[in-house]
């Protein structure tokens, strides 16, 4: 009889700590300090995309990138209050905006967790505006963390369900291009790595080449990694990384069209082109 | 008993011979298959290849006898469209160690120059007699390509001749080997460049990407040692263990050092100019250990280092976070004006706001002293000529390469039509639409869909 009583008290204060802290976090957990500027992602952005629909100006999908739609809802707010309109989510427009506006935390990032398709509008139930994802009923846990072997930042960090990608390459071209990559360059330096995926990006701009990023790779004969079928082993994080680079402009070839393993190359031919520099293994050249 | 071991011996191996056997061939058939399977596709894409270079000619000579500009544009858009067709099929052939570019070039010049002229107003600006000339020449040069296909093909089909066998060829290293189709390929390759030499004039230029020249920067020769210290000036690293400088191979169109040095928690990779030490590129590889800053002091953070290494009148014009890492685009900003040819590249670690990637081969190869010249139109008169359903949003006066890769002076506006942004660019002197890009929004993991779905 003593112990079930000292049972219930136990859970008793166990529930109301629990209450006590989960207000806590709503309260403080308003936004961090950072000034959020487009291109951003994360938490804040998520706070801040759910709370501009709560007041109506956004209308996108709270997915935690920093994106057009939230830059333009948040310069409409910025202008409806007010404020200065530069975009930006500094210290005065976040206070206005948690002053003027209600954010459900739970509710927002556990239907992202859940995937669900959901809004987060003012004036209505919230419960009402989840569609939820019937087929996710066993629900993963295991997706918390943005990349693997890197702590988030705080303990309730959730994972963006968008990201950002260079203009013109989609996840997929990224991802056959670090394909490539990772089969014709893995043993070599993160730079011999980028220089890799630069030559296959100046092969899209060269008129001896085919316009397309799988056009470049599947070219008979091209890649070695393609022809013994390397390029489908799975690529590695730094790989992808390398892929980005080159993409977003970095190119540390000169402009390199070919490159070749001097203790491998078969072919007289890719001798006689002009060389400019060499990186690992690999020769580059025109 | 003797007897019924042997017996049973043979049996076994006989079995075990039959079993090979019927192994063998179906292993044999499933190659041959396969083989048969490559060969085909192989074959399609050459046959596809010398029919599309048949119509080519032909359309070409189409757009000769032509008079009146309303079936010429669309004829010059269909030649455009077969030259990037030819151009996917040379692609799908084994033709890479093969010199065959000079004819790829050839094709995408056409292709560029159709372009160019079929979406032009033929009304307004008729072709040129020089334009008329170098369709002329196109369609001659057309059929002598086409001619020596045509007898590649003839050959290819008389003899059975196997486009299995050139890769073959081609893999061992053999190229020289007797092989009708390679020396065929190699037969237009030689005709082709026969023309290049004797080109036809300005007119024919190419839209590519035209080549970074670092040769004509302002400064003095650096050496080896100078270069090393500009690398350290520009990367802050105190502790390097190792350090190699090395210079640039024959084969580049400019001169520049690579320095690498190698740091307690990676490596730094840079290439300087050796006229003047500019910074052309820079990575820093080490790991990113988490976000404490935000997007907003990594820009600052970026523009601070371009200020203190004299990179005057940057703007940032771009952000976006990838992981833990900031990449940001500057621009130069003359007088209100945004040069965008003048673009460089940063990259910040969110962990401590270090700078772990530069990239200034845009700004290297475009920075000059400009001229900013008058627009000749008002903005209100710019924005008439905008679809009227988008929204402005914001503008400006802006340099841009257009599409001929020249650089023009634009109104730029940022507008919204439904849930998209785009960037229009109306040409400040003509009221032309030089360009419009639709804005890529965030693109949504598809790991999450799927596992949500799973």
């Given at each position: 009889?003593?112990?079930?009583?000292?049972?219930?008290?136990?859970?008793?204060?166990?529930?109301?700590?629990?209450?006590?802290?989960?207000?806590?976090i709503q309260r403080v957990s308003a936004f961090s300090n950072q000034v959020i500027q487009i291109g951003a992602t994360g938490d804040d952005v998520i706070e801040l995309q759910s709370r501009l629909q709560y007041l109506g100006f956004y209308n996108g999908k709270i997915d935690g990138v920093f994106g057009w739609g939230t830059y333009w809802a948040l310069r409409n707010f910025q202008y409806e209050f007010g404020l200065k309109i530069d975009g930006l989510a500094g210290p005065t427009t976040k206070a206005k905006l948690v002053k003027a506006s209600k954010y459900h935390e739970?509710f927002v990032?556990?239907?992202?967790?859940?995937?669900?398709?959901?809004t987060h509008y003012g004036g209505t139930?919230i419960?009402?505006?989840?569609?939820?994802?019937?087929?996710?009923?066993?629900?993963?846990?295991?997706?918390?963390?943005?990349?693997?072997?890197?702590?988030?930042k705080?303990?309730?960090?959730?994972?963006t369900?968008a990201?950002n990608?260079?203009?013109?390459?989609?996840?997929?071209?990224?991802?056959?291009?670090?394909?490539?990559?990772?089969?014709?360059?893995?043993?070599?330096?993160?730079?011999?790595?980028?220089?890799?995926?630069?030559?296959?990006?100046?092969?899209?701009?060269?008129?001896?080449?085919?316009?397309?990023?799988?056009?470049?790779?599947?070219?008979?004969?091209?890649?070695?990694?393609?022809?013994?079928?390397?390029?489908?082993?799975?690529?590695?994080?730094?790989?992808?990384?390398?892929?980005?680079?080159?993409?977003?402009?970095?190119?540390?070839?000169?402009?390199?069209?070919?490159?070749?393993?001097?203790?491998?190359?078969?072919?007289?031919?890719?001798?006689?082109?002009?060389?400019?520099?060499?990186?690992?293994?690999?020769?580059?050249?025109? | 008993?003797?007897?019924?071991?042997?017996?049973?011996?043979?049996?076994?191996?006989?079995?075990?011979?039959?079993?090979?056997?019927?192994?063998?061939?179906?292993?044999?058939?499933?190659?041959?298959?396969?083989?048969?399977?490559?060969?085909?596709?192989?074959?399609?894409?050459?046959?596809?290849?010398?029919?599309?270079?048949?119509?080519?000619?032909?359309?070409?000579?189409?757009?000769?006898?032509?008079?009146?500009?309303?079936?010429?544009?669309?004829?010059?858009?269909?030649?455009?469209?077969?030259?990037?067709?030819?151009?996917?099929?040379?692609?799908?052939?084994?033709?890479?160690?093969?010199?065959?570019?000079?004819?790829?070039?050839?094709?995408?010049?056409?292709?560029?120059?159709?372009?160019?002229?079929?979406?032009?107003?033929?009304?307004?600006?008729?072709?040129?007699?020089?334009?008329?000339?170098?369709?002329?020449?196109?369609?001659?040069?057309?059929?002598?390509?086409?001619?020596?296909?045509?007898?590649?093909?003839?050959?290819?089909?008389?003899?059975?001749?196997?486009?299995?066998?050139?890769?073959?060829?081609?893999?061992?290293?053999?190229?020289?080997?007797?092989?009708?189709?390679?020396?065929?390929?190699?037969?237009?390759?030689?005709?082709?460049?026969?023309?290049?030499?004797?080109?036809?004039?300005?007119?024919?230029?190419?839209?590519?990407?035209?080549?970074?020249?670092?040769?004509?920067?302002?400064?003095?020769?650096?050496?080896?040692?100078?270069?090393?210290?500009?690398?350290?000036?520009?990367?802050?690293?105190?502790?390097?263990?190792?350090?190699?400088?090395?210079?640039?191979?024959?084969?580049?169109?400019?001169?520049?050092?690579?320095?690498?040095?190698?740091?307690?928690?990676?490596?730094?990779?840079?290439?300087?100019?050796?006229?003047?030490?500019?910074?052309?590129?820079?990575?820093?590889?080490?790991?990113?250990?988490?976000a404490?800053i935000s997007l907003n002091e990594a820009s600052i953070k970026a523009s601070q280092?371009?200020?203190?290494?004299?990179?005057?009148?940057m703007e940032l014009f771009e952000s976006a976070q990838?992981?833990?890492?900031g990449?940001f685009t500057f621009v130069?900003n003359?007088?209100h004006?945004r040069?965008?040819?003048?673009?460089?590249?940063?990259?910040v670690?969110l962990?401590?706001g270090?700078?772990?990637?530069?990239?200034?081969?845009?700004?290297?190869?475009?920075?000059?002293?400009?001229?900013?010249?008058?627009?000749?139109?008002?903005e209100?008169?710019?924005r008439?000529?905008?679809?009227?359903?988008v929204k402005v949003m914001e503008s400006r006066l802006a340099?841009?390469?257009?599409?001929?890769?020249?650089?023009?002076?634009?109104?730029e506006f940022l507008g919204v039509l439904n849930n998209d942004t785009y960037r229009i660019?109306?040409?400040?002197?003509?009221?032309?639409?030089?360009?419009?890009?639709?804005l890529?929004n965030a693109?949504?993991?598809?790991?999450?869909?799927?596992?949500?779905?799973?």
């Amino acid at each position: 009889m003593k112990v079930k009583k000292w049972v219930l008290l136990f859970l008793i204060t166990g529930i109301c700590f629990f209450l006590i802290r989960d207000s806590e976090i709503q309260r403080v957990s308003a936004f961090s300090n950072q000034v959020i500027q487009i291109g951003a992602t994360g938490d804040d952005v998520i706070e801040l995309q759910s709370r501009l629909q709560y007041l109506g100006f956004y209308n996108g999908k709270i997915d935690g990138v920093f994106g057009w739609g939230t830059y333009w809802a948040l310069r409409n707010f910025q202008y409806e209050f007010g404020l200065k309109i530069d975009g930006l989510a500094g210290p005065t427009t976040k206070a206005k905006l948690v002053k003027a506006s209600k954010y459900h935390e739970s509710f927002v990032k556990e239907n992202i967790r859940k995937g669900n398709k959901f809004t987060h509008y003012g004036g209505t139930d919230i419960n009402t505006q989840v569609k939820t994802n019937k087929k996710a009923t066993t629900q993963k846990q295991t997706t918390q963390s943005q990349s693997q072997g890197t702590q988030p930042k705080t303990t309730t960090s959730t994972k963006t369900t968008a990201t950002n990608v260079p203009n013109g390459f989609s996840q997929n071209d990224i991802q056959l291009m670090a394909n490539a990559v990772y089969g014709e360059a893995r043993g070599e330096s993160y730079v011999g790595q980028v220089a890799v995926a630069a030559v296959i990006l100046n092969r899209l701009d060269s008129p001896s080449f085919p316009n397309t990023v799988s056009g470049v790779i599947f070219e008979p004969g091209a890649f070695t990694a393609v022809a013994d079928g390397q390029i489908w082993l799975t690529p590695n994080e730094t790989a992808r990384k390398a892929v980005l680079d080159a993409i977003n402009g970095w190119d540390p070839t000169g402009n390199a069209i070919y490159y070749f393993n001097p203790d491998t190359a078969t072919s007289a031919w890719i001798w006689s082109r002009p060389q400019i520099k060499r990186i690992g293994k690999h020769i580059f050249c025109k | 008993m003797h007897i019924l071991i042997r017996n049973i011996l043979i049996g076994v191996l006989t079995v075990l011979v039959i079993g090979t056997g019927v192994w063998a061939y179906q292993e044999h058939q499933e190659k041959n298959a396969i083989l048969i399977n490559a060969e085909n596709n192989y074959q399609r894409a050459f046959h596809d290849l010398t029919y599309n270079i048949d119509l080519l000619h032909d359309k070409i000579g189409t757009t000769l006898a032509m008079n009146s500009r309303t079936s010429l544009s669309p004829e010059l858009a269909e030649v455009w469209r077969l030259t990037s067709v030819a151009h996917s099929q040379v692609g799908q052939l084994p033709l890479t160690l093969i010199p065959f570019n000079k004819t790829e070039e050839f094709l995408s010049k056409i292709g560029d120059f159709s372009y160019k002229t079929a979406i032009r107003d033929l009304e307004k600006e008729p072709l040129t007699e020089d334009e008329y000339n170098l369709l002329q020449s196109l369609y001659e040069q057309s059929a002598e390509i086409q001619n020596e296909l045509r007898e590649v093909q003839y050959l290819a089909l008389k003899n059975n001749l196997r486009w299995m066998d050139v890769e073959l060829a081609l893999a061992s290293g053999k190229e020289s080997a007797d092989n009708t189709i390679i020396d065929g390929f190699k037969t237009v390759e030689k005709t082709v460049e026969g023309y290049s030499e004797t080109d036809t004039g300005t007119i024919f230029t190419s839209m590519e990407k035209k080549e970074a020249n670092y040769n004509d920067l302002p400064g003095e020769e650096i050496s080896k040692e100078e270069a090393l210290n500009i690398a350290k000036k520009y990367t802050k690293v105190t502790s390097s263990n190792k350090t190699k400088v090395e210079s640039n191979g024959k084969g580049s169109d400019y001169e520049f050092y690579s320095v690498s040095i190698l740091h307690d928690d990676g490596e730094v990779n840079m290439d300087i100019t050796k006229k003047g030490g500019y910074p052309i590129w820079l990575i820093n590889d080490r790991e990113v250990k988490g976000a404490n800053i935000s997007l907003n002091e990594a820009s600052i953070k970026a523009s601070q280092f371009l200020k203190e290494r004299n990179f005057k009148n940057m703007e940032l014009f771009e952000s976006a976070q990838y992981d833990h890492i900031g990449v940001f685009t500057f621009v130069t900003n003359l007088n209100h004006v945004r040069i965008y040819p003048e673009a460089i590249k940063i990259k910040v670690a969110l962990d401590d706001g270090s700078i772990i990637g530069f990239t200034a081969e845009e700004y290297l190869g475009t920075k000059k002293i400009r001229e900013i010249p008058k627009p000749k139109i008002t903005e209100e008169e710019a924005r008439k000529n905008i679809n009227s359903k988008v929204k402005v949003m914001e503008s400006r006066l802006a340099v841009i390469n257009n599409r001929s890769k020249e650089e023009v002076l634009t109104y730029e506006f940022l507008g919204v039509l439904n849930n998209d942004t785009y960037r229009i660019y109306i040409n400040a002197e003509t009221g032309n639409e030089e360009q419009v890009i639709k804005l890529h929004n965030a693109e949504p993991i598809y790991e999450d869909i799927i596992e949500g779905k799973a």
